[in-house]
């Protein structure tokens, strides 16, 4: 399956930054998405990265807060805005490979991400 | 939008005795039923998915059954060992939702020895 890495892997942010995660992938891959992990809670999918167009958000989620991009087949990135201490989660991208079935996804190890 | 719903939320088992966990779901759209592993500190891990034109799927200790009439899928870990240890999220998707994933809220287990 595809290498996903993710930068940072942990940052400690002040509220009202902003703060950037990268993913990138080791090779294209058609489906990348978004998902939060709050303490001890299921991952919730906050978007899917489009290429070459705006990001799908799902309710509750909204561009102002959480921009997206995704230049290209192989990368990604999700911003943070205006940070409060309820940001506090782990960020994870998630891939479909396209060469493995089409519905399946592997995760980037995350972002674990604390606000003060 | 789809809604999955993970029992137990917590599962303590002896060393080599089965785990099970149960999951339903609401959409019957809903094709494609996998289940992670996640470690403490650790990525969210596929261990096992099912397609909902198969009923039952096995990988060496696991195994997953889905029942499409009642909408739940079920994990099955037989002889348990410590490392089987972590929290294990079942989700489901739907290609006419775009293959987005939603997730159980999750079991944690653990494996005494």
């Known amino acids: 399956s595809a290498v996903i890495s993710q930068k940072p892997s942990r940052d400690i942010c002040q509220r009202g930054t902003s703060l950037t995660i990268q993913c990138q992938v080791d090779s294209q891959v058609t489906m990348m998405f978004w998902y939060r992990q709050q303490p001890g809670q299921s991952l919730t999918l906050i978007a899917t990265a489009n290429q070459g167009s705006e990001a799908t958000y799902e309710s509750g989620f909204v561009i102002d807060k959480f921009p997206i991009s995704r230049p290209n087949l192989t990368f990604s990135t999700l911003t943070v805005s205006n940070m409060s201490p309820e940001d506090s989660s782990i960020y994870l991208c998630?891939?479909?490979?396209?060469?493995?079935?089409?519905?399946?996804?592997?995760f980037g190890p995350g972002t674990r991400l604390t606000v003060l | 939008g789809e809604n999955v719903e993970q029992h137990p939320s917590t599962l303590s088992v002896q060393e080599g005795d089965s785990a099970v966990i149960k999951c339903t779901y609401s959409d019957s759209a809903s094709n494609y039923f996998p289940w992670y592993k996640q470690e403490l500190g650790k990525r969210p891990q596929l261990i096992i998915d099912?397609?909902?034109?198969?009923g039952e799927k096995k990988d060496q200790r696991i195994a997953v059954t889905l029942n499409k009439t009642a909408k739940h899928f079920s994990l099955h870990i037989t002889e348990t060992q410590p490392e089987d240890s972590a929290v294990y999220f079942c989700a489901a998707s739907s290609r006419a939702a775009g293959n987005k994933l939603t997730f159980g809220g999750g079991t944690r287990v653990l494996v005494k020895p």
């Open positions: 998630s891939v479909e490979d396209p060469r493995e079935r089409l519905d399946t996804q592997y």
């Open positions: 099912i397609r909902s034109n198969v």
